[in-house]
């Protein structure tokens, strides 16, 4: 994907990457517990293209807390939990299809979805900490923080290579 914006992204293609690297380790500072034990990783994508994109590997995590967060709270107020699922899910999909657009702006306004669903997952995720007895997972809602984070960050980039673009022009 990275090489077909090479003809219209001034700069370095992997700057990008460099921008999720720093989110993470970001992350990696403000965490420093070591105590956690890591599951065996889940493979995002069957495309060599995508092995080392941060942003899908870490939409589709999110997604895989997403499910089993789920899977353990039950089916009262099934309508909220369904909407949780939903939107947690979906920076994924979105994120996935972002990597095949077909200009830049189209890029932005794809990860600009994938973002808007980010924030309602947050929003989802809060309502079921409050009202459910299982509804608290300090690392579901920090991985959606993150995700959001990673977007924002893209996003902010890509906007301003935009409009540097347009400058250019």
């Known amino acids: 994907m990275m ?3 090479e003809a219209f992204i001034p700069g370095d293609c992997a700057d990008w990457l460099a921008i999720c690297d720093s989110v993470v380790r970001e992350d990696g500072e403000a965490s420093q517990d070591t105590s956690v034990v890591q599951e065996p990783q889940a493979s995002y994508s069957g495309s060599p293209l995508y092995r080392d994109n941060l942003l899908l ?3 589709f995590e999110l997604s895989l807390w997403t499910i089993r967060f789920v899977n353990q709270l039950g ?4 309508w ?11 920076p994924g999909a979105n994120s996935k299809e972002a990597q ?8 932005v306004h794809k990860l600009k979805i994938a973002l808007k ?23 579901l809602i920090a991985r959606i923080q ?3 984070r990673i977007l924002n960050k893209i996003i902010g980039t890509s906007k301003q290579r935009l409009k540097e673009r347009k400058n250019i022009k």
């Open 146 to 148: 993150r995700v959001i």
């Open 3 to 5: 090489e077909e914006f």
């Open 57 to 59: 590997k870490e939409t």
């Open 117 to 139: 669903e980010a924030d309602e997952a947050e929003y989802w995720y809060y309502l079921i900490a409050a009202t459910q007895e299982k509804g608290a997972d300090e690392d």
């Open 100 to 107: 095949n657009a077909e200009s830049l702006k189209d890029f």
């Open 75 to 78: 089916c009262e107020r099934a």
């Open 80 to 90: 909220l939990i369904d909407q949780f699922e939903r939107s947690a899910c979906s």
